[in-house]
């Protein structure tokens, strides 16, 4: 087994790897994707690195800040800032002051848990037993710290973060070890491997309390307890530039003579510090090893960085560069898109307006999807539709203009008494809307189950209680209602492959296909509708181009035509019958 230089750490929903002269943080965002911000460092091994004790003292601290800068550098993924402040560079100042205090309050939490408590507690003990031998007081004091340390890092594991963060632990241990076996760095492998490491972090930490007792036995035992504290914090420097020399010793022998003093750092990172992860968080761990490797190995590997705050007028152009490297010149769609991830109006998004790292990911996966033909209110999940915010994807048609021009059309012949009945109702736009604007009763149906689904959902995200029903066209449908209104499939089936790829490609045949000639569905309609309608009960219908005289044709028998209504391209688009009375 070969021993590796690289070490690692878990983030948040991440690892960082580090070697000699390169180190890698490798993040998964909430899109799936697996970003990386690659550093090179300096391959030349300090001064302090030799010398014995110290190194322990200076690499504690300092894998304290590092620890704490890379966790931040992780969040940073993750973390949406819709306040709308200018984007300076005294953004990037704070951070560091952030970082600082940050430390610092965990540095306060520390001493204060692991030695203020114990030794209150040590005093709350000793204090039961006269002249008890100083050895005793300190031997205590270490199995009160001890049992305090087992417990925080028992109940921190109940967090639900936490365990996450101990499931990305697990992964980075797993593909070390992979890796020092000589085994190829697959997901497969990786997820074979063991979660125990000698140099863990974990054992680390269990060394500390051993050898801190130990170190304060030959000091003695101070009766004042702050005075004690302040002994037992100078020392600490001590503590852990001796634990690292145990703990590099520890990690290069096999032997099962040094056994027994692994097996405490071992239990606590099998039973608490590392969890199984699944195979993205290997694959997240493998992406950062993989990459502190390439750098390490080939000199001429750039660096790659994490996206940084910008203002909005600087990311706007790289937005647009986006969709302009797959032929799309859509200005309008950047803003769109920008007004999705920053949460504001298109009026607010002025130039100094802070676009975030997390902000940047949303935007670009947009962008993408933009740029590959996609339309837009698929790639934001919404669409405007009579003042109403509706959501859609891609099992159901995006809501038209012309959509509107009928329901505009309709909503004079429809009152509070009126009972509505909306066939193929798709995003459930049409029936919706009719419920918000009118307060009457509305059924919508479907023969689509993702058409049901999202009408339903926007039915509650609007507030309006209507019946969803699946079903083809009247199959589930019961009583009489005042108005039948339908925009159902018209294309022509031999026409579908001629649209617009953004149609054809993204949009359901199922809602666009209506037959050899488009009229499949009108005429199915028009033949069962009476039965359904009230005396005076009035259909409706939108229409493809050059539908009109062969719906109202189809419809002569059994209705007759109340109105037809041009689209704003001067096409006719809606019509409008009675039931014929008998």
């Given at each position: 087994?070969?021993?590796?230089?690289?070490?690692?750490?878990?983030?948040?929903?991440?690892?960082?790897?580090?070697?000699?002269?390169?180190?890698?943080?490798?993040?998964?965002?909430?899109?799936?994707?697996?970003?990386?911000?690659?550093?090179?460092?300096?391959?030349?091994?300090?001064?302090?690195?030799?010398?014995?004790?110290?190194?322990?003292?200076?690499?504690?601290?300092?894998?304290?800040?590092?620890?704490?800068?890379?966790?931040?550098?992780?969040?940073?993924?993750?973390?949406?800032?819709?306040?709308?402040?200018?984007?300076?560079?005294?953004?990037?100042?704070?951070?560091?002051?952030?970082?600082?205090?940050?430390?610092?309050?965990?540095?306060?939490?520390?001493?204060?848990?692991?030695?203020?408590?114990?030794?209150?507690?040590?005093?709350?003990?000793?204090?039961?037993?006269?002249?008890?031998?100083?050895?005793?007081k300190n031997l205590i004091d270490g199995i009160v710290r001890l049992g305090i340390f087992m417990l925080y890092m028992w109940a921190v594991t109940k967090v639900k973060d936490v365990r996450r963060v101990f499931m990305y632990h697990g992964a980075e241990h797993k593909t070390i070890n992979c890796f020092e076996h000589e085994m190829e760095l697959t997901v497969e492998n990786v997820r074979n491997s063991s979660r125990i490491h000698d140099r863990c972090g974990t054992s680390f930490m269990f060394l500390v309390m051993f050898v801190a007792i130990v170190v304060f036995s030959f000091v003695g035992w101070h009766d004042n307890t702050f005075i004690r504290l302040l002994v037992r914090l100078a020392l600490l420097p001590v503590v852990a530039g001796l634990s690292y020399e145990v703990l590099k010793l520890l990690a290069k022998t096999e032997s099962v003579v040094f056994k027994p003093f692994k097996a405490p750092g071992a239990w606590l990172q099998k039973h608490m510090t590392t969890k199984e992860p699944d195979d993205k968080m290997i694959e997240v761990a493998i992406a950062s090893f993989n990459a502190v490797l390439e750098m390490m190995n080939d000199e001429t590997v750039t660096e790659q960085k994490f996206p940084k705050t910008m203002p909005l007028g600087q990311y706007r152009q790289k937005a647009m560069d986006i969709l302009l490297a797959k032929g799309v010149d859509e200005p309008s769609d950047v803003d769109w898109i920008l007004c999705e991830v920053t949460k504001l109006k298109r009026s607010e998004l002025a130039d100094d307006i802070n676009v975030t790292p997390y902000m940047q990911i949303k935007a670009e996966n947009m962008l993408r999807q933009r740029a590959d033909g996609k339309p837009l209110q698929y790639v934001l999940g919404n669409t405007d539709f009579f003042g109403y915010e509706f959501d859609v994807n891609e099992k159901v048609l995006i809501p038209r203009f012309e959509t509107e021009l009928l329901v505009d059309k309709l909503l004079p012949y429809i009152s509070k008494q009126s009972r509505v009945l909306d066939l193929c109702c798709g995003s459930g736009a049409i029936g919706i809307t009719i419920k918000l604007k009118k307060d009457c009763e509305v059924t919508l149906t479907d023969l689509s189950e993702g058409a049901v689904e999202m009408t339903k959902r926007n039915a509650q995200k609007l507030g309006a209680t209507v019946d969803v029903l699946h079903g083809n066209l009247f199959e589930n449908v019961s009583g009489q209602f005042d108005l039948i209104v339908s925009n159902p499939p018209y294309i022509p089936t031999d026409d579908i492959l001629g649209l617009d790829k953004n149609v054809k490609d993204f949009e359901p045949v199922m809602a666009l296909d209506g037959g050899k000639d488009g009229l499949d569905f009108y005429r199915e309609i028009l033949s069962q509708a009476p039965q359904y309608l009230c005396d005076k009960g009035m259909l409706a219908f939108e229409l493809g181009i050059g539908q009109m005289d062969d719906v109202v044709a189809l419809a002569q028998d059994n209705f007759d035509l109340v109105a037809k209504t041009k689209d704003y391209n001067g096409i006719e688009r809606i019509v409008v019958f009675s039931k014929k009375q008998k």
């Open positions: 087994m070969k021993k590796c230089t690289i070490g690692g750490q878990a983030l948040i929903e991440g690892v960082m790897m580090k070697g000699q002269g390169a180190m890698a943080i490798a993040v998964r965002d909430e899109l799936g994707q697996i970003r990386l911000e690659t550093t090179r460092t300096s391959k030349k091994s300090p001064w302090w690195k030799k010398i014995p004790i110290l190194r322990g003292v200076i690499a504690f601290f300092d894998s304290m800040i590092s620890g704490v800068g890379t966790l931040l550098k992780s969040s940073e993924i993750f973390i949406e800032d819709n306040e709308g402040k200018k984007a300076t560079n005294k953004k990037e100042a704070g951070m560091g002051w952030f970082m600082f205090f940050t430390l610092l309050i965990s540095i306060v939490l520390a001493v204060g848990l692991f030695f203020f408590l114990p030794n209150v507690i040590t005093d709350l003990l000793t204090g039961l037993v006269h002249d008890m031998h100083p050895f005793l």
